[in-house]
């Protein structure tokens, strides 16, 4: 039943390349498909005949409205409704819609984050429809809205979207690993595609539990709470048995997301109570991430249908395990090859071997621009945590391919590849089958798994278009720079040469690999040894924007201009500053308003019933409830300390300069002092009559869905 449901709703809301054909011209569909695999201008006469064709789809299934649907600097996505309507008749409705409409809006770009690009008063920015991602239909409250996937631009021409620069990045891997695949005797690759898959995590806890926590609300975690007496210390949640409502949930989920054409393939319960992880069917970077971000919003939108709320914070609870998106890639030709895939002899797969080499040096060499690309506030709760890799970027490549590369070091080549060898439970009734050559590594933040490389640093709220926008560009710096040491070079030659340079290549870049555990304080100072950089929060890693190196590494690959980077660097110090605002703020009424409010009620019960248990004249002790009020009073006094500092830090941030200043008092002093209030607040949380407490506790939400 459920893969007949499968079958009926798949992409059933996707204009996709199937419905093109059937209602395009042959000549007109393809002139389209030329212009999306090889480049070039859209004609308008082709997108007037696109437009239409995609209006009367749309309108057929319900669409009254079409909307440039795009990814602003915000990390979420954007949209403004226009209906079909016509204004050339007023007695009788008229749908139109030109292909002048489907290639180009004008949204509102100074409203938007931008950095410096855009002033307030020059307000014009241009959405650009990406003809890569194809258009699909969203059908909520306001009626059912054709989606039109749009790169954001401004007036001037710079990126204010995620969206601009991953194309450019494509663009760039494609170009140099093409030149790649061709030095290596693959003369019919033109194109190679970035493969992206991203496994999405994420909580759901109870609507009406979720909507009694401001700091829910307003910050997506909670900003006070202690943990509960049960949470993952028995691994009991993970993969385990799926309850049935969250079960409802995922079906619904599942198909929503089916409708949109988006691959949704493996889910299952994840370490922590009420946590859950959904994983996709790899596709190219651009859809993967518009997938994403669609993926996130589904979630949210689907569970409040079954009264839930899904959190996609990275720590939403203190002291279990927060969610991480991870985000996987690899390069593959429009042949058919998979550049990262080792195949049965690695030690005889030069290309492969030249192709690891070279990502294994752009980590290396850009290890903070890859942690600032996983960089976001509620990231740095999690980066380092027992559940997340630690914010040291190390690759771990496994046992083979780290034999292969310790011979390749020693010797300049490599003659043998360990093999997995064949599985034996000792059951007789239970098959004996190839085990995979290496073991997984679930602490190392960038691991090689098989045919592609996992960044499991990546924050779960983040758009993936950073992390894949970096990856992109350093691997395609690099093996342009590795390419112009074999150009010319053919034969025996050629190979000599890209032995040696695969060598050297590993030899200067070994001290990046890592098999070990990397969540172990020893790896720390193993990594400092090696010179590896710690770049613990993302005030820390935004400085990275700017770095000379960083800023003509994107110019050659024409990925950002210097002044986009300045932009984002701008951007990513002013969010920063803002979330610690709202956060700190939403402590100081929480506190002032709920918590210790509670708290002296709490003590005023307790102080009535020592008098009234005195008033009776019986010998009967007061002892408790006297320690329990001597106790209770200390800590709520704490918390008054603590609240007045804040609000004085607070006040004092509100008149400091904007940018990397503000954001590292945030940093330092700020969280500094919502510490300090929190510790008594959850001191207290273990004390005080439930009754008394004014909101869902931790065992609440996490257990009580």
């Not at 199937?18 to 007109?28: A, N, T, Y």
């Not at 059908?139 to 401004?154: K, Q, R, W």
């Not at 450019?168 to 140099?176: L, N």
């Not at 150009?487 to 001290?511: C, D, H, P, R």
């Amino acid at each position: 039943m459920e893969n007949n449901v499968l079958k009926q709703v798949f992409a059933t809301d996707v204009f996709h390349d199937e419905v093109m054909q059937e209602r395009l011209p042959k000549k007109v569909y393809a002139s389209f498909k030329e212009i999306v695999e090889n480049g070039g201008e859209l004609d308008v006469a082709i997108a007037n005949v696109i437009a239409h064709a995609m209006k009367e789809w749309a309108v057929e299934r319900g669409a009254t409205h079409y909307t440039h649907w795009f990814q602003p600097m915000t990390g979420i996505t954007a949209e403004k409704h226009d209906s079909f309507l016509n204004a050339s008749s007023s007695t009788k409705a008229i749908l139109e819609f030109s292909g002048k409409e489907l290639i180009k809006g004008e949204p509102d770009a100074s409203s938007f984050p931008s950095g410096g690009l855009r002033a307030t008063f020059e307000a014009r920015g241009y959405t650009a429809w990406d003809i890569t991602s194809p258009a699909f239909l969203r059908e909520d409250a306001a009626g059912v809205t054709l989606c039109i996937p749009t790169a954001f631009c401004s007036y001037t021409g710079e990126a204010l979207d995620k969206k601009t620069p991953l194309l450019r990045s494509m663009a760039a891997i494609s170009k140099h690993a093409t030149h790649t695949a061709q030095l290596f005797g693959h003369s019919e690759v033109t194109k190679v595609n970035c493969s992206v898959g991203p496994e999405q995590e994420y909580f759901l806890v109870n609507r009406e539990k979720y909507l009694q926590r401001e700091d829910l609300i307003f910050s997506g975690r909670t900003l006070f709470g202690n943990k509960p007496p049960k949470g993952q210390e028995l691994d009991d949640h993970y993969f385990g048995s799926i309850r049935e409502k969250i079960a409802s949930y995922m079906k619904e989920l599942n198909i929503e997301l089916w409708k949109l054409g988006i691959l949704a393939k493996t889910q299952h319960n994840e370490v922590a109570p009420a946590q859950h992880e959904m994983a996709p069917i790899y596709s190219t970077a651009n859809i993967a991430t518009d997938h994403n971000q669609l993926v996130m919003e589904t979630m949210k939108k689907v569970a409040r249908r079954h009264g839930l709320e899904c959190l996609l914070h990275e720590k939403p609870f203190a002291g279990v395990n927060g969610s991480g998106k991870h985000d996987n890639w690899s390069i593959v030709t429009d042949t058919g090859i998979n550049m990262l895939d080792p195949g049965k002899e690695p030690h005889n797969n030069l290309l492969f071997l030249y192709v690891l080499s070279a990502v294994i040096k752009a980590v290396n060499d850009y290890a903070p621009l890859l942690r600032l690309s996983a960089s976001n506030v509620g990231n740095d709760h999690r980066l380092g945590a027992n559940e997340a890799p630690p914010a040291i970027i190390s690759v771990f490549l496994g046992e083979q391919l780290e034999d292969i590369v310790e011979q390749i070091i020693d010797k300049g080549e490599a003659t043998s590849s360990i093999h997995g060898g064949r599985m034996d439970t000792g059951v007789a009734t239970l098959p004996n089958f190839r085990k995979d050559a290496t073991d997984r590594n679930r602490t190392s933040p960038f691991a090689f798994t098989g045919n592609k490389f996992e960044f499991r640093m990546v924050a779960s709220s983040m758009s993936i278009s950073d992390a894949n926008t970096v990856l992109n560009s350093i691997v395609a710096d690099t093996l342009e720079k590795m390419n112009a040491e074999l150009e010319g070079k053919t034969g025996e030659e050629f190979e000599k040469a890209a032995k040696a340079l695969i060598q050297k290549t590993l030899k200067e870049n070994k001290n990046v690999i890592f098999n070990g555990n990397g969540y172990s304080d020893e790896w720390v100072k193993e990594a400092e040894k090696r010179g590896l950089p710690n770049v613990k929060t993302m005030v820390d890693a935004t400085k990275y924007f700017t770095d000379k190196d960083v800023v003509a590494m994107f110019a050659r690959q024409a990925v950002y201009t210097d002044v986009e980077l300045k932009a984002r660097e701008e951007i990513n110090y002013e969010t920063y500053a803002k979330v610690l605002h709202i956060e700190a703020l939403t402590m100081i009424d929480m506190a002032a308003k709920l918590y210790i409010p509670s708290v002296i009620k709490y003590c005023t019960a307790l102080a009535e019933s020592i008098n009234s248990v005195k008033a009776t004249g019986l010998k009967a002790t007061t002892a408790v409830q006297e320690e329990l009020l001597a106790n209770t009073s200390e800590l709520l006094a704490k918390a008054q300390i603590a609240l007045d500092e804040l609000k004085v830090k607070t006040a004092k941030a509100e008149t400091l300069e904007e940018g990397e200043p503000l954001a590292i008092f945030y940093k330092d002093d700020i969280r500094e002092a919502m510490a300090a209030l929190r510790a008594p607040i959850d001191e207290l949380e273990m004390i005080v009559d439930k009754k008394f407490w004014p909101v869902p506790t931790y065992g609440d939400l996490l257990f009580e869905v």
